[in-house]
């Protein structure tokens, strides 16, 4: 099946530094890419939509010079989290629609603490 | 705009009892659903989807869903819970294939011996 890789699973950054999270679709081309965030016990809050070759769709709310996101191929997204504050430390998610099967497939997440 | 209400933040069950997770969803067109499932500290994995076809979804690891346009509920049910069961249960809708899929805030199953 679709399979949607993430990296990395977890890291620990200073306040004021930048982080990259990357999603990959493995076996399949994903022209849109989903990012969320989840905080503890609370539900996935979409952040953007990620279009290939396109400028990402942000939700209200979601401060898209903080978040940069790129997807300059159809198998690669990521999320770039600029000046990084403790406040942005979560549980970062993405996804990856997989038109051939009409499905949506999760990346294994990345947990972002920042000290 | 869609959205999905998921009633219960907390369903707790005996080993071997039924298992009844309540979502309602609200759409201006015909939804497609999802119930997804998660384990602490990682991604969804999928249990069933809803695309217009059948109302009775069959899932993964004896999951089931039926979708009731009248009652604009898709109800996930499992005859009998497993300890292995205990995760976070999370419904989402999307008004269109390839759109971004809305997430209720999920319900905890916790199974008990």
């Known amino acids: 099946g679709a399979v949607v890789s993430q990296h990395p699973s977890r890291v620990i950054c200073k306040s004021g530094t930048s982080v990259k999270i990357e999603c990959r679709s493995l076996d399949f081309q994903a022209t849109t890419m989903f990012w969320y965030r989840q905080f503890p016990k609370q539900s996935l809050m979409l952040m953007a939509t990620s279009n290939e070759g396109s400028k990402a769709t942000y939700e209200q709310g979601v401060e898209k010079d903080k978040f940069l996101i790129n997807h300059a191929s159809l198998t690669l997204s990521t999320l770039t989290v600029t000046s990084a504050h403790p406040e942005d430390s979560s549980f970062y998610i993405c996804?990856?629609?997989?038109?051939?099967?009409?499905?949506?497939?999760f990346g294994s997440g990345t947990r972002l603490t920042v000290v | 705009a869609q959205s999905v209400t998921q009633l219960g933040s907390h369903v707790s069950v005996s080993e071997g009892a039924l298992v009844l997770l309540r979502c309602n969803y609200s759409s201006s067109v015909p939804p497609y659903l999802f119930w997804y499932v998660q384990y602490p500290n990682q991604g969804l994995q999928l249990l069933l989807k809803?695309?217009?076809?059948?109302?009775l979804v069959k899932g993964i690891n004896g999951f089931e869903a039926e979708f009731k346009k009248s009652e604009t509920s898709f109800h996930l049910t499992k005859p009998s819970a497993h300890m292995s069961d205990a995760a976070e249960y999370f419904c989402a809708v999307s008004d269109q294939a390839g759109t971004a899929l809305i997430f209720g805030k999920g319900t905890t199953l916790s199974v008990s011996s």
């Open positions: 809803y695309t217009s076809a059948a109302t």
């Open positions: 996804s990856a629609h997989d038109r051939a099967h009409s499905g949506y497939t």
